[in-house]
């Protein structure tokens, strides 16, 4: 089935540092999600994003929807051992459902 | 307010068997999708119900059906089970049928499904 492109496949970061990942499409979406996976879990909805060019927080995480509907991006700040886990950014064209990404993975080193 | 329920947790089956997987929908959500997802991947959708028919259907063949019962609980049902459909499911329900308004879908802490 078709699944977005996310970037990167895994990060490993220092406690305390930021975080950055990306999802593209070569089609248009006119809604961006981003989730978290624990280990056993489902996802867990933490931005939903409507508008292109709109950007949106949740605490400490960040993200936008790109200006071209054909990309998002999701920051986090000053990461904590808790943000451990997979993200995967979802998008939704008309009359479709949801199109996920393969997630990138978390690492957070104390 | 309750969230995602499903049921079983972990699930062991042969090759050739059928299952039933049981997912209870959110508090005030109607609307209950059907998400495959294999190791390393992300959810791929399965199909969804809304008032108890069927709203869409990504690319599974017709051995995956399903239900949704009046309280919007939802079963999954997969007859001659193959290897590849080892899996976890995920149920996620939403306020609204994707497509319409609120694309937000909350999403259950999934079966693990083994085929041996």
């Known amino acids: 089935g078709q699944q977005l492109n996310q970037s990167p496949q895994s990060m490993f970061i220092q406690e305390g540092e930021d975080v950055s990942m990306n999802c593209t499409s070569s089609?248009?979406?006119?809604?961006w999600l981003w989730y978290k996976q624990d280990p056993g879990e489902g996802p867990v909805l933490l931005i939903a994003?409507?508008?292109?060019?709109e950007l949106t927080s949740n605490g400490r995480l960040t993200a936008q929807f790109g200006i071209t509907r054909k990309d998002s991006f999701l920051n986090i700040s000053a990461s904590i051992p808790s943000d451990v886990g997979i993200y995967f950014c979802a998008g939704h064209q008309a009359g479709t459902a949801l199109i996920f990404g393969k997630g990138t993975t978390l690492s957070v080193s104390s | 307010e309750t969230g995602v329920t499903q049921s079983p947790t972990h699930l062991i089956k042969t090759r050739g068997q059928q299952v039933t997987l049981r997912c209870s929908s959110q508090s005030g959500h109607n609307t209950v999708s059907w998400y495959q997802q294999a190791l390393g991947q992300g959810p791929q959708f399965i199909f969804q119900y809304y008032r108890e028919e069927e709203n869409g259907r990504g690319n599974f063949p017709p051995r995956f059906s399903g239900l949704q019962f009046p309280n919007y609980s939802s079963e999954l049902n997969v007859n001659a089970l193959e290897l590849d459909d080892s899996a976890l499911y995920l149920c996620?329900?939403?306020?609204?049928?994707?497509?319409?308004?609120?694309?937000?879908?909350?999403f259950g802490p999934g079966t693990r499904l083994t085929v041996t």
């Open positions: 089609s248009i979406f006119n809604t």
């Open positions: 996620a329900s939403s306020r609204t049928p994707t497509g319409l308004s609120s694309y937000e879908q909350y």
């Open positions: 994003l409507y508008k292109a060019g």
